[in-house]
């Protein structure tokens, strides 16, 4: 009977031990998360026009992924986040979108539409507003996050009278 009591205090010793270990290492994965996430949103050229994302694995590799508009931006988010302490390897999986200057009319037209939006202006003081506009081959694509199902609605209606005005546009051409 003590050999079964100190079995079992050793095995709860070891799922203690080992749950301590996964919240350690947990906390530290969140921290590398919010350094990773910081790094690519202070990166200079980034703006409202690109999306930028990334996944974490479990052994401290990260995908880079998303839409920018610069190369130049590509090869600085992986540079950045491969700097940074505790990131084994980068996988740069970003998308360059193609220069477009029809592109880049629908992005000011939007950018306009949506921030200008009385429900939606309040995104736009932000230093990287969080409604990201990706347009790739006039086709209008919002990412991003608001902070409700109101203002995601009220976006995507303004989002889709820009397509639907360039459409014409493309169809008059």
């Known amino acids: 009977p003590d050999g079964a009591k100190a079995g079992r205090s050793e095995s709860k010793a070891t799922l203690k031990s080992e749950t301590n270990r996964e919240e350690v290492l947990e906390n530290v994965r969140a921290t590398l998360r919010t350094k990773i996430r910081k790094e690519l949103v202070a990166l200079p050229t980034y703006n409202v026009f690109d999306n930028l994302d990334f996944h974490l694995h479990d052994n401290d590799m990260v995908t880079l992924s998303g839409q920018v508009r610069l190369p130049s931006l590509k090869v600085?988010?992986?540079r950045v986040v491969?700097?940074?302490e505790g990131v084994k390897s980068v996988i740069n999986q970003i998308e360059v979108l193609p220069t477009s200057p029809f592109d880049d009319d629908i992005r000011r037209v939007a950018f306009l539409q949506i921030y200008s939006h009385s429900q939606l202006s309040r995104y736009g003081l932000q230093p990287v507003p969080p409604i990201h506009i990706?347009?790739?081959?006039?086709?209008?694509a919002l990412e991003g996050f608001v902070a409700n199902e109101s203002d995601r609605a009220a976006a995507g209606i303004q989002a889709n009278q820009v397509s639907n005005v360039f459409e014409?546009?493309?169809?008059?051409s």
Do not use: Q
């Not at 990706?134 to 209008?140: A, E, Q, S």
């Not at 014409?168 to 008059?172: L, N, P, S, Y």
């Open 82 to 84: 491969s700097n940074i």
């Open 134 to 140: 990706i347009v790739k081959g006039g086709r209008l």
């Open 76 to 78: 600085n988010a992986e």
């Open 168 to 172: 014409e546009i493309g169809r008059a």
